[in-house]
């Protein structure tokens, strides 16, 4: 019996933008590879759902959210007369496809706990010269673009800028499953408005409105979501938790923990230790595995790291107060000496339970600038171009500092 051959052609309805269609083999063929799979088992907000308990969406739905909308740019810009080959077009797809593979658990959490010195992006560039050795060069162009390397500038604007296509799928997307309706963005609107001037990205006058209203919708999806008091607990807590059990793993405890979660408490990864056994160990952990850990590790009889585990999985979070300045010496050593006073901790654990913290929002980089192509063909800083006095101050870092402790 002859065997069949896989379909290539699929489409995939999307609760955002309706049905996707896949029609690229390559693309079909990068969908189905392991390291990608592995996305539907990464949150998108990491405990956001502890605030909002419909943001349980994940790096899988980002990522072919992003492929659509690529695919839309693609064919405005064609329309507009704008010259994309079909390879730069393969080479568009799969750059802005993988741009987030590198994530790891509960995203950006374990870039500060259990691997050292290395980001996101850098993992995802490493999975990506790994999948182009596996698909014989045909990942390249994409590469080429993902680095800021190609000619064409703008293709890398697409990929990574402050109007590129990840921030237009994700607003919308964490707008839709948080129930934060401050991030819904006319995304098809600036799709449509998009064209390029002199090798870069930038935005026909009539987009203008549009472009305001995505860099105040990015404001307030930071103050409201991204950076809510709650989540911010919730992810250094979970950082703490990691810490805690690498520095047990390392003195020679045992803890329950799967092959690839163990491997990476135990040894002290950074960018030079990423080679191609390290990055197929990292492909193995994903959020399921790090939760079961923390489930198995509130009965462990290390108090710091039984105590944390129990507030994430009852979400018995620590209080935290938020403040226009740095957090005194005198205000840290206060609340410092009241946990000591109320609770059987050694001394030494303090930083677990006590701790300060900033978050930072900055929604416009002056240094990076969203151009307004206005209809005597010259370019302007959208700060100049727009009538909205308030875009200028969205220029300036807005950072908030913040002690927490248990309740």
Excluded at 292 to 321: G, T
Aim: with cysteine; glycine share 4%.
């Amino acid at each position: 019996m002859k065997k069949q051959k896989p379909n290539k052609l699929k489409i995939i309805n999307d609760p955002i933008y309706g049905f996707i269609q896949i029609t690229n083999p390559l693309v079909f063929d990068i969908i189905e590879q392991p390291y990608f799979q592995r996305l539907r088992r990464i949150t998108q907000m990491g405990f956001s759902n502890l605030v909002y308990p419909g943001a349980n969406h994940t790096r899988f739905h980002h990522a072919i959210g992003c492929l659509y909308l690529m695919q839309k740019v693609v064919r405005v810009l064609r329309f507009k007369h704008v010259e994309i080959s079909k390879e730069e077009e393969n080479g568009l797809y799969l750059a802005i496809l993988l741009h987030d593979i590198g994530h790891g658990a509960f995203s950006h959490a374990l870039e500060h706990s259990i691997v050292d010195g290395i980001t996101h992006e850098e993992i995802s560039l490493l999975f990506m010269k790994n999948l182009n050795e596996e698909f014989d060069g045909k990942l390249s162009l994409a590469i080429s673009i993902f680095e800021g390397k190609y000619h064409r500038n703008f293709m890398n604007q697409l990929i990574s800028s402050q109007l590129d296509i990840d921030r237009l799928d994700y607003l919308n997307r964490d707008s839709f499953y948080t129930g934060v309706t401050e991030g819904n963005i006319a995304s098809d609107r600036l799709i449509t408005m998009m064209n390029v001037k002199n090798d870069a990205l930038v935005i026909e006058q009539k987009g203008i409105y549009s472009v305001e209203k995505f860099l105040i919708s990015r404001r307030l999806m930071y103050w409201q979501v991204y950076l809510h008091k709650t989540g911010l607990v919730a992810e250094h807590v979970l950082m703490n938790i990691l810490k805690r059990a690498k520095e047990l793993v390392q003195q020679g405890e045992s803890l329950v923990a799967n092959s690839a979660l163990f491997f990476f408490l135990k040894n002290n990864i950074n960018i030079k230790d990423f080679n191609t056994d390290t990055l197929h160990k990292f492909a193995q952990l994903d959020d399921f595995d790090v939760l079961a850990a923390i489930k198995e590790w509130q009965y462990h009889s290390d108090p710091v790291l039984s105590d944390l585990c129990e507030k994430i999985i009852n979400r018995k979070l620590f209080r935290i107060e938020i403040f226009e300045n740095p957090i005194s010496k005198q205000k840290l050593e206060k609340k410092q000496n009241e946990f000591l006073e109320n609770y059987n901790i050694d001394k030494s654990h303090l930083e677990y339970f006590v701790f300060t913290g900033k978050a930072t929002n900055q929604a416009y980089n002056y240094s990076n600038p969203i151009h307004i192509l206005n209809k005597r063909g010259q370019l302007m800083d959208i700060t100049e171009a727009s009538d909205q006095l308030n875009l200028k101050a969205l220029q300036q870092p807005v950072v908030k500092h913040f002690i927490c402790y248990p309740k």
